[in-house]
Nanobody, 134 residues
Framework: QLQLVESGGGSVQPGGSLTLSCVVFGSNLDRYAVGWFRQGPGAERQGVSCISLKDDSTYYADPVKGRFTIFRDASKNAVYLQMDNMKPEDAAKFYC???????????????????????????WGQGTQVTVSS
């Protein structure tokens, strides 16, 4: 079982940037995928972006394509979410999640599958609040 430690949340103006960090503690990391998810008040947790720790393949939800970038630094065992050109609708509590890489019985890639099914993810960080306001 992995442990995830998040940081980087805060307040940003529309059009601004923020970078979140998720440090991954554990072993056999290439068996896992890691993703960033967000949950607004009264809403369900939704996938934002996910990355495979095996091959660095990535997936982005439509609302963040072209604005957010997920990447990892293997030397630091960290996964980052760089958020640029932020919009008010990006405001939410952001969570880092991890689970074993799985090949779905569909045409989804493993990372798309992870981002589409947050209810099935078994390992979560504590969450970090992101506010976007002018």
């Amino acid at each position: 079982q992995l442990q995830l430690v998040e940081s980087g949340g805060g307040s940003v103006q529309p059009g601004g940037s923020l970078t979140l960090s998720c440090v991954v503690f554990g072993s056999n990391l290439d068996r896992y995928a890691v993703g960033w998810f967000r949950q607004g008040p009264g809403a369900e947790r939704q996938g934002v972006s996910c990355i495979s720790l095996k091959d660095d393949s990535t997936y982005y939800a439509d609302p963040v394509k072209g604005r957010f970038t997920i990447f990892r630094d293997a030397s630091k065992n960290a996964v980052y979410l760089q958020m640029d050109n932020m919009k008010p609708e990006d405001a939410a509590k952001f969570y880092c999640g991890a689970d074993f890489l799985l090949t779905p019985v569909s045409k989804m890639s493993p990372v798309e599958f992870m981002c589409s099914a947050p209810a099935q993810i078994g390992i979560w960080g504590q969450g970090t609040q992101v506010t976007v306001s002018s």
